[in-house]
């Protein structure tokens, strides 16, 4: 967290690739801030995975996955281990959600979702964009 207590960047889910993929104007309006403000903008690899199926229909999210300011994190053997543990405390079953999770509370993120019950089972404390 900033000293003023606002998140310094936003981490991601399928929901919101998926709403930007269908045009949503409230994603369109925050990813264009991100831009606008150089915010941090981080995209688990398993968001990726679940919600690309490539094609004409995804060009937003092509662009967004290519875009500088947006990184890509993958799941490497450090997070898969955090990740595991997690799943066995919360007995939440989506490592992809709980990635979500680990990522947003390390960089202190906001998450952008469109299920914001998913990502507290997670970590209740987490600051969360629904959208």
């Known amino acids: 967290m900033k000293p003023d207590g ?3 960047g936003l981490t991601l889910d399928t929901g919101a690739l998926l709403a930007l993929e269908r045009g949503d104007r409230r994603v369109r ?3 264009r ?7 941090d903008c981080v995209i ?5 995975a679940q919600s690309w199926r490539g094609g004409p229909r995804q060009a937003r999210i092509a662009r967004l996955l290519g875009d500088a300011m947006v990184q890509v994190r993958p799941l490497d ?3 898969a281990r955090a990740v595991g543990m997690i799943c066995g405390r919360t007995g939440h079953t989506d490592v992809v959600d709980v990635h979500v ?3 947003a509370r390390e960089l202190s993120h906001h998450v952008v979702t469109s299920d914001p019950d998913d990502i507290r089972r997670v970590d209740p404390t ?3 964009i629904t959208i």
């Open 77 to 79: 053997d450090l997070d």
């Open 101 to 103: 999770g680990l990522i």
């Open 44 to 48: 688990p690899a398993g968001v990726v």
């Open 126 to 128: 987490l600051p969360i």
């Open 29 to 31: 309006a925050l990813l």
């Open 33 to 39: 801030r991100v831009v606008e403000h150089d915010i």
């Open 6 to 8: 606002t998140a310094t």
